[in-house]
């Protein structure tokens, strides 16, 4: 693969500059409350699974062995979470009201986000491009969240699961220039909308933490 079809969108893409530090004092805030840990682990285990029951709906035929494995590595994730979810809370949890954080705001997050790119994009294209928007999202949340359980103390270790958004991100690049993408070109309205939607949702884990 040439380094340009994807390396100028992943050093180019910022996220906003305020989101960050709200993000780590949000983190601190969740890991230090057992019971609000359990709750912010099973939206993370939400928003895995939303992702990979897109991917299963975008595929109108037989999927690909790239997307089977993209479809099972998300699950996984969804399943990691859970697990760790229930482990903190200390007795099964479903996905509701009471079990997660910011519901509302972390469906609309997916919703939207598909929604928005869908009207740019289609087909094919449009599955990877969300894929790629979300695995920009993720790599920067999760590290930022690693840091933060490292500091605190907590035995949750994310350096698998980052490994495979990465790979992951560089698999949607490739497959978007064999598909004739202007990935460069097209990328940054996709994240600029993202930026929104990710804004709206952090704002709803604020309110749920506080």
């Excluded at 983190?27 to 682990?41: C, G, I, M, N, T």
């Excluded at 200390?90 to 609309?108: F, N, S, V």
């Excluded at 491009?129 to 840091?147: C, G, H, N, P, T």
Aim: charged content about 20%.
């Amino acid at each position: 693969m040439e380094q340009s079809l994807i390396m100028p969108p992943l050093t180019s893409w910022m996220p906003q500059p305020t989101a960050e530090p709200r993000l780590r004092a949000l983190l601190a805030r969740v890991s230090a409350a057992p019971q609000l840990h359990a709750r912010f682990l099973n939206t993370l285990s939400l928003l895995e699974h939303i992702g990979s029951r897109k991917i299963m709906a975008t595929q109108s035929g037989a999927p690909g062995g790239e997307t089977l494995q993209h479809l099972a590595e998300e699950a996984r994730h969804a399943f990691f979470f859970k697990r760790q979810a229930e482990a903190a809370a200390g007795h099964p949890l479903a996905y509701g009201a009471g079990e997660i954080m910011a519901g509302p705001q972390a469906r609309a997050y997916m919703a939207r986000l598909d929604a928005f790119i869908a009207r740019g994009a289609k087909g094919m294209a449009a599955y990877l491009y969300m894929s790629l928007v979300v695995e920009l999202r993720a790599i920067w949340f999760y590290r930022i969240y690693q840091d933060v359980l490292a500091a605190a103390g907590r035995p949750i270790r994310l350096t698998g699961l980052l490994a495979e958004e990465t790979r992951h991100l560089q698999e949607m690049g490739e497959r978007l220039a064999a598909l004739g993408e202007d990935v460069e070109a097209r990328l940054p309205s996709f994240t600029a909308y993202e930026e929104t939607r990710f804004s709206h949702l952090l704002c709803g884990l604020e309110r749920a933490a506080a």
